[in-house]
């Protein structure tokens, strides 16, 4: 099946032949960066074919944490509490997660996966890394590494102190 992913050619975009690409190779990434938005997004489309819902997400953080309240996963999400509590009654109602009353708070519930919500997520995540595979399916393995190195370096150097936080408290 060919991935909606190879529609465009690899840095296409909108600008004429006459623009030239900027020289700050800064600048470079930040326009990479961009049209990362388009990637999510199918291999989101690919995850809800599966889930049907919004809360792939959701079913995500909840496996990664664990029994967990609503207000964690907004967190996590960095979305509303209202959005968090609808994609998870959305899940609830699917049969892939379940309350139980907390037994340090009886006024709540905690947020657990069930066998059918881990199935899911594990199949919507098999099907994310089938389109991206067939998206990737030219490149060399060594491209894709380096690629996904780059990726982690980037994530991690976001976890660091900014240079105008150093000092600051």
């Known amino acids: 099946?060919?991935?909606?992913?190879?529609?465009?050619?690899?840095?296409?975009?909108?600008?004429?032949?006459?623009d030239a690409p900027p020289a700050d190779p800064v600048e470079q990434l930040i326009r990479q960066l961009y049209g990362l938005g388009a990637v999510r997004r199918e291999l989101g489309r690919a995850?809800?074919?599966?889930?049907?819902?919004?809360?792939f997400a959701a079913l995500g953080a909840?496996?990664?944490?664990?029994?967990?309240?609503?207000?964690?996963?907004?967190?996590?999400?960095?979305?509303?509490l209202s959005v968090a509590s609808r994609q998870i009654a959305a899940l609830v109602s699917a049969g892939h997660?379940?309350?139980?009353?907390?037994?340090?708070?009886?006024?709540a519930h905690l947020l657990h996966l069930t066998d059918d919500g881990a199935a899911?997520?594990?199949?919507?995540?098999?099907?994310?890394?089938?389109?991206?595979?067939?998206?990737?399916?030219?490149?060399d393995p060594a491209d894709v590494e380096t690629l996904t190195h780059g990726l982690e370096r980037l994530s991690q150097?976001?976890?660091?102190?900014?240079?105008?936080?150093?000092?600051?408290?």
């Open 1 to 18: 099946m060919a991935s909606p992913l190879r529609s465009s050619p690899p840095n296409s975009s909108a600008r004429s032949a006459t």
């Open 47 to 55: 995850a809800q074919r599966e889930l049907e819902t919004q809360g």
């Open 62 to 80: 909840i496996r990664r944490r664990g029994a967990c309240r609503v207000s964690d996963i907004a967190t996590d999400l960095q979305v509303d």
């Open 97 to 107: 997660v379940e309350r139980r009353p907390d037994p340090a708070d009886g006024r």
């Open 120 to 139: 899911a997520i594990g199949r919507a995540h098999r099907q994310m890394i089938a389109v991206l595979g067939d998206a990737l399916a030219s490149w």
């Open 157 to 169: 150097s976001f976890t660091l102190p900014l240079p105008e936080q150093e000092g600051s408290a």
